[in-house]
């Protein structure tokens, strides 16, 4: 009777069935950890284990040969040993007695599979939300993690900027490191320190630092905007990155760091008005970017920074910091990833690409989206030597997707990141990352999967965000602007396509799951009601609001709730 061929979570990349299966029940305690997998490499394999560490394979490479003789596992390191012990466990799962005698080989597409998630617009998860999610990386392969911060850190002495914010305290980040470093994951500090520093600059101690103190205008939405948020790019700003840097950068192993630097929108209309005018913004960016690097380096780290300024003039891409890591960053359909990565490739550098989940600014995710451009992507990544891939999940404007919406994105993209090849089969990631059984992954995968479609329903599109979330969140004046060219047929199509949903949702057993999940469609519903004119009563926005907090609670700290909240709604209730 032949053996039927074995499912794996992530596909290897070569794989020989043999004949027969080797009788074997798991060890009472598998390695799961870097430590455990030492051990074994150098003398706790047990009885019927041949294993050894062969360098030659690369890092995180791996080759597991099952016979009726025993286990033989040869690993080019640690990681790649729990690799193949991850195989182990999920052969056992199909069955506890024997495994299939096989042959299999496999290694990363690419070196670096990291993800990166935004815990300052709004929302910072729990400890315990936080650890799950580090498991769920090491199960998907991915080797560096990333927690985007702007002030949700506990600095001393700035309490004023993170008070309210639920921040993380340096115990905190120890902890979530010591967990990633247990299973090959690097944690890199993430921290803004050019743009997007209004959480900082809002406040008048800090002020004083901005480019443009008393408010600026957005250069692509005309728009007056109150808060500063670029800091000048003089020394006292340098200064003051270089305190932050002091207290936040020993909480890490990690000898890189991301310090941002993306979409510092007021560049140029205030304190660095003159400088930008005799000499270009793209050299005056340089410049500072060049000081803030040498921040770093100058401890001892390499730099990451977002790539976004650099690659509007590539003329000067190759005059940006030696020895540092762009991140070329884009998130729709389309986005020239290609053209980027070759051009970064042209100049010798070592490079990042990041697409996105295609989850934040709206209720349901941008599935569709987030799949397309992690595809376009890996591909321009691989095709062009880029060092890796950080899929990012970012927080725009409230923070208001359901988390699980980052599920599927995930897998996708940490697959194709593992194998090189688009994923098949979303739904045992998602139990994974969930911690469902394995029917609760399929039904999640396929409800998450028929929400993400929702925005097909409209043909107007909006960057970066979904129309059901516009609809509900911006304010009166501005609703027109995102109603216009929108038919009520379009709008009963997307009604519709959240009722056909309710099916799919109604599957999943996981009740916590459920509710998130049905709240994000129900969000979306609101959003279509009030683009057909149909205000919210007291006691239904009373409602949702109430099943919002219940559901934030569960996986993430209080603060950034109320700001939240106060974005979600753009009228008062009816």
Request: glycine share 10%.
């Amino acid at each position: 009777m032949s053996i039927p061929v074995p499912s794996f979570l992530l596909p290897p990349r070569e794989m020989t069935l043999g004949e027969g299966s080797l009788v074997m029940r798991a060890p009472h305690r598998l390695p799961g950890t870097i430590a455990e997998a030492r051990d074994w490499l150098e003398s706790a394999a047990p009885a019927g284990w041949k294993v050894r560490r062969d360098p030659r394979g690369g890092a995180e490479w791996y080759q597991l040969a099952i016979s009726a003789d025993g286990i033989e596992l040869t690993a080019g390191d640690e990681t790649g040993f729990l690799f193949a012990v991850q195989v182990l466990r999920q052969l056992w799962a199909q069955d506890q007695a024997a495994l299939p005698c096989l042959t299999l080989t496999d290694g990363p597409a690419l070196p670096v599979r990291g993800f990166m998630l935004d815990v300052s617009r709004g929302k910072v998860p729990t400890m315990a939300e936080l650890f799950r999610l580090i498991e769920g990386l090491h199960a998907l392969r991915a080797n560096q993690l990333q927690l985007y911060v702007e002030h949700t850190f506990a600095w001393p002495g700035h309490e004023d900027a993170w008070r309210d914010a639920s921040p993380l305290t340096a115990a905190q980040v120890r902890a979530l490191d010591d967990a990633c470093a247990a299973v090959g994951i690097e944690l890199v500090p993430n921290l803004n320190t050019f743009g997007h520093m209004e959480r900082w600059l809002r406040h008048p101690r800090y002020r004083a630092l901005a480019e443009c103190p008393e408010g600026w205008i957005h250069p692509l939405t005309g728009q007056f905007k109150e808060f500063p948020g670029t800091l000048r790019p003089d020394q006292a700003s340098l200064d003051f990155i270089d305190g932050l840097l002091a207290d936040y950068l020993p909480c890490f192993r990690s000898r890189q760091v991301n310090l941002g630097g993306d979409e510092p929108w007021e560049l140029g209309q205030g304190w660095s008005k003159q400088a930008v005018a005799e000499r270009g913004k793209h050299r005056v960016y340089l410049e500072h970017l060049r000081q803030l690097c040498a921040l770093t380096a100058g401890r001892g780290y390499r730099t990451q920074f977002w790539g976004d300024i650099l690659l509007e003039d590539l003329a000067l891409a190759q005059e940006a910091p030696a020895d540092t890591t762009p991140v070329a960053w884009g998130y729709d359909a389309g986005h020239p990833f290609d053209a980027q990565a070759g051009r970064l490739r042209e100049l010798g550098r070592t490079y990042l690409i990041a697409p996105g989940t295609s989850t934040w600014q709206s209720f349901t995710g941008r599935l569709d989206n987030a799949l397309t451009n992690q595809r376009e992507a890996v591909s321009a990544a691989l095709a062009h030597g880029a060092r890796g891939m950080l899929l990012t999940s970012w927080g725009d404007n409230g923070n208001h997707q359901p988390w699980p919406t980052n599920w599927p994105a995930m897998v996708a993209g940490l697959t194709q990141a593992w194998t090189g090849r688009p994923a098949t089969d979303l739904a045992p990631g998602c139990a994974v990352l969930g911690g469902l059984t394995l029917a609760d992954g399929q039904a999640v995968a396929a409800a998450l999967t028929h929400l993400g479609q929702l925005d097909r329903r409209i043909a107007k599109a909006n960057r970066n965000k979904s129309l059901t979330w516009d609809f509900l969140t911006a304010k009166a004046e501005a609703l027109p602007k995102f109603t216009e060219g929108v038919d009520g047929e379009e709008l009963r199509r997307s009604w519709e396509h959240l009722e056909e949903g309710d099916r799919l949702l109604a599957e999943i057993k996981d009740t916590t799951l459920r509710e998130e999940l049905t709240l994000g469609s129900h969000l979306a519903r609101a959003g279509l009601q009030r683009a057909q004119g149909i205000t919210l009563s007291r006691r239904e926005r009373a409602t949702l609001i109430e099943r919002y907090q219940a559901a934030w609670l569960k996986r993430a700290r209080p603060g950034g709730l109320d700001e939240s909240l106060g974005l979600l709604f753009g009228a008062p209730p009816g």
